[in-house]
T-cell receptor
Framework: DTAVSQTPKYLVTQMGNDKSIKCEQNLGHDTMYWYKQDSKKFLKIMFSYNNKELIINETVPNRFSPKSPDKAHLNLHINSLELGDSAVYFC??????????????FGDGTRLSIL | SQQGEEDPQALSIQEGENATMNCSYKTSINNLQWYRQNSGRGLVHLILIRSNEREKHSGRLRVTLDTSKKSSSLLITASRAADTASYFCATVPQNFVFGPGTRLSVLP
């Protein structure tokens, strides 16, 4: 069974559209994250949730809105997509608090391409 | 803000050789973790070393940590083609940025 699964794997859409990416973890972890990996391979944190509560909210446009219906799910909704949003988005989870001593488990990423 | 930074950015070796990559960081840490990313996949956790440890082994992996120099190294012995990937270090606390990583190519 896949531990951290995110859908879709690929997302191609027009500028200005609204889209959502879903993430689910079956590891029983308390904390979930969203990262953005740019073309230079830097992986930057966007959000972190612990037990459905927002813990980390880095400098991200408010067009990006995370939603955690329960601690096993963390979805990412993006409004009014822009060319600069093209990237690979990774979901991850870990046990305990955000950035504790526990390793993070990553999904395989969603490659978002804005036309 | 970025904490861990890997070096070299790219490394190409022959199968069977050893590969060494380094990580430097800026502030005090609780632990340091190494991750691998295969092309088109997410990061996979390899090994964690705590700030009071100097060396740790896991299979063909050997990690060292020098807190006085704020640096760590990852050694992969007897490399295989399947080790071809990007390798990232991450520090706790406060590693909100991974990368850019070391791109390792192991040639058969």
């Amino acid at each position: 069974d896949t531990a951290v699964s995110q859908t879709p794997k690929y997302l191609v859409t027009q500028m200005g559209n609204d889209k959502s990416i879903k993430c689910e973890q079956n590891l029983g972890h308390d904390t979930m994250y969203w990262y953005k990996q740019d073309s230079k391979k830097f992986l930057k944190i966007m959000f972190s949730y612990n037990n459905k509560e927002l813990i980390i909210n880095e400098t991200v446009p408010n067009r990006f809105s995370p939603k955690s219906p329960d601690k096993a799910h963390l979805n990412l909704h993006i409004n009014s997509l822009e060319l600069g949003d093209s990237a690979v988005y990774f979901c991850a989870s870990s046990q305990g608090q955000s950035y504790s001593n526990q390793p993070q488990h990553f999904g395989d990423g969603t490659r978002l391409s804005i036309l | 803000s970025q904490q861990g930074e890997e070096d070299p950015q790219a490394l190409s070796i022959q199968e069977g050789e050893n590969a060494t990559m380094n990580c430097s960081y800026k502030t005090s840490i609780n632990n340091l973790q190494w991750y691998r990313q295969n092309s088109g996949r997410g990061l996979v956790h390899l090994i964690l070393i705590r700030s009071n440890e100097r060396e740790k082994h896991s299979g063909r992996l050997r990690v060292t940590l020098d807190t006085s120099k704020k640096s760590s190294s990852l050694l992969i012995t007897a490399s295989r083609a399947a080790d071809t990937a990007s390798y990232f270090c991450a520090t706790v606390p406060q590693n909100f940025v991974f990368g850019p990583g070391t791109r390792l190519s192991v040639l058969p």
